[in-house]
């Protein structure tokens, strides 16, 4: 199993705050992917990325995976409440998904 | 599509006890997977199934528990006998395709006392 280690782990701002949160990894990915997950909820897609370098864009938040395909980072700009949750990455090697622990974030008004 | 559905959601029960969680994939999706989430470990995969067939159960944490696939609309999850240790979220998934998008059920949260 291929590890994958989020950072941080929790994260605590105010509303209207930027951050960024990362997943690494020694591993080579063929794609990777960042759920969100809610409290009582399942995790929910919000990203696929699978090409080195590449950058993807959804709202305020900014997805970006690394030229090696090891790693990935999530930004989120002007962070809102409804922005909190679980944020997971997930690692695409064989035939399924290995997942990170996540961050926990949790957004303040 | 109702989506994943798990049932039940809720389950309490006492060690040694067996324990039984379901599952029902959307439709039309070839991959099914089991993860149990606990705060110290995370999202953990246990087995996962590619058309109703097991693929890789090196997750499973002890001959305890099983897993089967009976046909494409149902999977189950069977701990015997449970311990308290036993206690996570365990959430079904499904995917189309490998590797593609994973559907994840609302998870049945066991307790184990």
């Known amino acids: 199993t291929q590890l994958l280690e989020q950072s941080p782990q929790f994260l605590s701002i105010q509303e209207g705050e930027n951050l960024t949160v990362y997943c690494n990894s020694s591993s080579v990915f063929s794609s990777l992917q960042w759920y969100r997950q809610e409290p009582g909820e399942g995790p929910v897609l919000l990203v696929t990325?699978?090409?080195?370098?590449e950058v993807k864009k959804l709202k305020r938040l900014t997805f970006q995976f690394g030229d090696a395909r090891k790693d990935s980072s999530l930004h989120i700009t002007a962070a809102q409440p409804g922005d909190t949750g679980l944020y997971l990455c997930?690692?695409?090697?064989?035939?399924?998904?290995?997942f990170g622990k996540g961050t926990s974030l949790l957004v303040t008004p | 599509d109702a989506g994943v559905i798990q049932s039940p959601r809720h389950e309490v029960t006492e060690m040694g006890q067996e324990v039984t969680l379901r599952c029902k994939p959307i439709?039309?999706?070839?991959?099914l997977f089991w993860y149990r989430q606990t705060m110290m470990r995370g999202l953990e995969l246990l087995i996962y199934f590619n058309n109703n067939v097991p693929i890789d159960d090196s997750g499973m944490p002890e001959d305890r528990f099983s897993a089967k696939m009976p046909n494409a609309s149902f999977s189950t999850l069977k701990i015997q006998p449970s311990e308290p240790r036993d206690s996570a979220v365990y959430f079904c998934?499904?995917?189309?395709?490998?590797?593609?998008?994973?559907?994840f059920g609302q998870g049945t949260r066991l307790t184990v006392v």
């Open positions: 998934a499904s995917s189309l395709q490998r590797n593609t998008e994973a559907f």
């Open positions: 990325v699978v090409t080195g370098g």
């Open positions: 439709s039309g999706h070839d991959y």
């Open positions: 997930a690692g695409a090697s064989g035939y399924a998904l290995n």
